[in-house]
Every structure is written in C-alpha cells, then in structure tokens.
C-alpha cells in the first residue's frame, strides 16, 4: 500500500516561511518523481514544483520567476520538501504531494496522491 503524507501547514502572516514535507511509505522511491499540487477554493489543482528520481526539479513558470519556491527531496528518508518564502495570500490552498514514474506536470499523469495539507497566509 502507497502512501503519501503531508505535513507542514498552517496559518502564517504575508511574508512568512513554510516547508512542507512529503513522506513517502511503500513507494519504490527511486523510482518515482514526486510533485507538488496546489488546489484553491473555486481553482482548479495546478502544478507547483517536481523533483526526479535524481535530483532534477522543475518550478511551475508563475513561481520560477518569483524565485520564492525551492524543491527538495531526501532519499534516506524517502521524504520530499517544498520551502516557501515570502508567503502572500494567493498562496492560499490545499497543497497535495503526488507521485509518478516520470516528473509530469499534469495532474492526471500522477499515480498517487496525499490527503493534502492546508497553508493559510493572512493579509
């Protein structure tokens, strides 16, 4: 059984910092590419950031250019990261970790998927 846990949310102020944590449990790890998904009320899920098996990582366009997201994954503890900075209320969503055998960008491509975990930036 695969399973994807969240953790790392809450509610912070405009500018603050969070890292999320992804842990992984009957996942061939290095097999797998890991994604962050966002989903906001009324929005539809869109993709964040990935990492590959070896390290490689994308950063959605939207976020890229802000510089704020960074990505990270660690293999020892079969658990992958998401560090946010500078958090504005547009950040706002459930943020969902998911896996895939190759690093997609579509929700759709992605085998599973955890129960989410709630960021909240206040103005």
């Known amino acids: 059984q695969v399973q994807l846990a969240e953790s790392g949310g809450g509610l912070v102020q405009a500018g603050d910092s969070l890292r999320l944590s992804c842990a992984a449990s009957g996942l061939p790890w290095r097999g797998y590419a890991l994604g962050w998904f966002r989903q906001a009320p009324g929005k539809e899920r869109e993709f964040v950031a990935g990492?590959?098996?070896?390290?490689?990582?994308?950063?959605s366009y939207t976020e890229s250019e802000k510089g704020r997201f960074t990505i990270s994954r660690d293999n020892v503890k079969d658990t992958v990261y998401l560090q946010m900075n500078s958090l504005k209320p547009e950040d706002t969503a459930v943020y969902y970790c998911a896996a895939a055998r190759q690093l997609y960008q579509k929700r759709e491509e992605y085998d599973f998927w955890g129960q989410g975990t709630q960021v909240t930036v206040s103005s």
């Open positions: 990492i590959n098996s070896r390290g490689g990582s994308i950063i």
